[in-house]
Structure formats: structure tokens, C-alpha cells
């Protein structure tokens, strides 16, 4: 089957809102990551308990709004959600600052402000991720998320270091007003952005929670979007736990170093990077399922490689090869799944494709966490493995996904 590289001469110059929005985006995703790790290192002062609650008060109110934030954000609009979202967590930053110079990193305070940022979460997440398929035409689509993409994984990369940096010199209270500077400015900016938004006539509208549910049938009912959410949540059960959870394991068995392991993570970083802005640089692929389907099998290969590494060395190796086929996977899917959506149901969507990423990752980090302390790291790797492979494998089973042309895509 003819899978080519986008002609770069015929791609379409990404507007100058949608450089202007992402770079509000990437400013606030700098300040929530940072936010997140003086969260995390304040909690983990009070002990293991007290930091388990407080990712669980992030977690649990985001997976349980999602679909409902969803539905709103197609109701009332991507922009004025995001208003409201970044309106609330500005407030909520300042009072943290102020809470925490006066008062300390309190339990309550800590639990308090995750309830926030889940809940928060929940409904700015869909807006936010329908909002370059608004502010871009289609045949820009895949160049703008790869765009994304690839400063989000540039960011998770450096955020830990910031972090620290940012935590060690001025606490909870300086990280949260740095975080509430970043809210300022994504409101700035989105009262100058102005997306396109086709928002249902009054009398059209439906209880809130039957449009979420009219989000989950459209996925379930499209022979592109089942296939491809389904691939998503695999991806994220499977794939996402090795760098973060089942990597560092393997190296405490085989006794290499942090400063080792941690080259491995950056490899596979390095190897997204790459791929995402090849598709900035000259566009996706021609058949965007097809290239999905093939980069997670070549993720599976990678963590194969990874299984039977015999030092630091070969790990970079098959981590370099993880992130290429994660990068392959990510940057056609996602502008997939975008495109074939209905602009009527671009949050919902976007809700539902968060919720089948989270929703396998809560699970299969603990699963696959258990098996490896019974079974041991490799083992469980190559079950990762055999299960990425043979969903890879699986999805090139569907025609409607496989067979889709980017300019088809594209209408």
C-alpha cells in the first residue's frame, strides 16, 4: 500500500492566531508542570498517604467530569470555557501563594487545591484539545498537533529540572504565583484569539448529560473513531507505563544508574521529537492509520529490545527506537481522529479520547506495577510487548481506519 511523505511545497502556512494561542498553551503547560512538582514534592513531606490523596483529588474529579466538560465545551463554546477554566485557577493560584507563605503546605490546603485543578481539568482539557482543529484548516491540522507535540514533550522533559530549580528557590508560594502569571497570560490571549465555533441552536440542545452520552455513541457508532480510540486506550495501557513506571525497575534489577536511566528516558523523548517535527517540517505520512498502526508496532519492537537490553547502552538503543514509533503513532492518530470528527462534537471527542487514555493508565499502571514486583520487570515488559504488537497488528485488521487517505480525511 503507497504510504509517501506529504508534498512539503503543498503544505499550508499555520495561521498566525494558532502560533499566538500555542504559545500561550505551552507557557501554562510550563507553569502547571512545575505547579504539579512542587504539589508533589510539598505532599511527599507529610508522607506517602497524604501525596496518594493528593494525586487522587487531581485524578478522580478529571476522569469523572470529563465527559460532561465535553459536552459543555461544544454547548457553550471552546473559548469561553477556557475562560472561565484559567479565570479559576489564576484565583486559585494567587490564594495557594498567599495560603502557603502564611500558613505552610498543609494536607487540607494541598488536597484542597487537586480538587481544584481535577475539577478544573475535567472541562478545560476537551476545549483546549479542540482548539487547533478551530483555529486550523484540515490540511494544516497534522503539522499544528505535531507542533504541539512536540513542545509538550519538550516541556515534560525540562519540567522536572525547572521544578526543582523553581521549588528550591521559592517554595509552593513562589511556584503558584509563577503558575498564576502563566493564567494571566492564556487569558490574554484567548480574549484576542477568536476560534470558529458552530454552537447548536437553543432549541436544538439536549440535558447536558445526554450529550455527553451522544458523544460516547458517536464514538462507539464511527467505523474510524472505534478503531482508533480503541488503539489510544491500548497505547496508553501498554506503552505509556514503560518509561515512567517498568524502565526504572529493570535498571534497580540490573543495577544501572539513575544518571543511565534517565539518558534512556531522554532517548525515547529525543525520538518523538524527531518524528513530530519531521511532520511540522514536511507533513504526515498519506495514509495517517496505516503509519499509526506500523509506528506502534515498531514501539512494540522497541520494547522487545528493551526486555533484552544487556546494558545501558542497548536500552538507549531501543529507547531512541520506542520514541520514534510512539512519535509515529501520536502525530497520525491524533490529527486523525480530529479530522473525522464532526465539528458539532470536537470536544466530546477530544473528552472521550482523554478518558480512554486515563482510564487504561490509572489501570495498568497498578496491574502491570503488581506483576512486576511477583514476576519481575522483564516479564513484564515482554507482555507489553506481545500486547502492543498484537494491537498493532489487530487494528491493520480495519479497513475503514487503514485504508483512510489523508485528503479524504481532510473533507
Do not use: K
Request: proline letters at 6%; glycine letters at 12%; hydrophobic letters at 55%.
Amino acid at each position: 500500500m503507497d504510504v509517501v511523505l506529504t508534498d512539503a511545497r503543498h503544505l499550508p502556512s499555520l495561521p498566525r492566531t494558532y502560533y499566538l494561542w500555542l504559545g500561550g498553551a505551552m507557557a501554562s503547560l510550563i507553569g502547571d508542570s512545575m505547579l504539579y512538582f512542587a504539589l508533589a514534592w510539598a505532599a511527599t513531606a507529610h508522607g506517602g498517604a497524604v501525596a496518594g490523596l493528593v494525586l487522587t483529588a487531581i485524578n478522580l474529579p478529571r476522569v469523572m467530569l470529563l465527559l460532561v466538560g465535553g459536552a459543555l465545551g461544544d454547548r457553550l463554546g471552546a473559548r469561553r470555557v477556557m475562560i472561565a477554566g484559567d479565570s479559576v485557577m489564576l484565583v486559585a493560584s494567587v490564594l495557594l501563594a498567599a495560603l502557603a507563605y502564611h500558613l505552610g503546605a498543609e494536607p487540607w490546603l494541598l488536597i484542597g487545591v487537586g480538587v481544584v485543578i481535577g475539577t478544573v481539568d475535567a472541562f478545560y482539557l476537551p476545549a483546549s484539545g479542540s482548539m487547533p482543529r478551530r483555529l486550523v484548516g484540515p490540511a494544516g491540522l497534522p503539522r499544528a498537533l505535531a507542533l504541539r507535540q512536540s513542545g509538550s514533550q519538550l516541556i515534560s522533559m525540562g519540567a522536572g529540572p525547572l521544578g526543582g530549580i523553581l521549588v528550591g528557590a521559592a517554595g509552593l508560594a513562589g511556584t503558584a504565583l509563577v503558575n498564576a502569571v502563566t493564567f494571566a497570560l492564556v487569558l490574554v490571549i484567548l480574549i484576542v484569539v477568536r476560534p470558529n465555533q458552530e454552537l447548536p441552536p437553543a432549541h436544538a440542545r439536549q440535558p447536558v448529560l445526554r450529550e455527553a452520552a451522544d458523544g460516547i455513541r458517536l464514538g462507539v457508532a464511527d467505523p474510524i473513531l472505534r478503531p482508533a480510540l480503541l488503539l489510544v486506550g491500548a497505547a496508553a495501557g501498554f506503552l505509556l507505563p514503560i518509561m515512567s513506571l517498568l524502565l526504572p525497575l529493570l535498571a534497580r534489577q540490573h543495577d544501572w544508574s539513575a544518571t543511565a536511566t534517565g539518558l534512556v528516558v531522554g532517548a525515547q523523548g529525543l525520538g518523538m521529537v524527531a518524528v513530530t517535527l519531521t511532520v511540522v517540517r514536511r507533513g504526515q505520512f498519506s495514509r495517517p492509520g496505516l503509519v499509526a498502526c506500523r509506528g506502534l508496532l515498531l514501539a512494540g519492537l522497541g520494547i522487545g529490545a528493551l526486555t533484552a537490553a544487556p546494558g545501558p547502552g542497548a536500552a538507549l538503543a531501543a529507547g531512541l527506537l520506542i520514541g520514534v514509533g510512539n512519535g509515529l503513532f501520536a502525530s497520525h492518530i491524533a490529527p486523525l481522529i480530529m479530522t473525522v470528527t464532526p465539528q458539532s462534537h470536537l470536544s466530546r471527542i477530544q473528552a472521550l479520547l482523554t478518558l480512554v487514555q486515563s482510564l487504561p493508565l490509572l489501570l495498568m499502571n497498578n496491574v502491570l506495577g503488581n506483576l512486576a514486583t511477583f514476576t519481575g520487570p522483564a516479564l513484564t515488559l515482554f507482555i507489553c510487548c506481545i500486547a502492543v504488537i498484537a494491537t498493532g497488528l489487530a487494528a491493520l485488521t480495519s479497513e475503514p481506519l487503514t485504508r483512510l487517505s489523508a485528503s479524504r480525511a481532510d473533507q
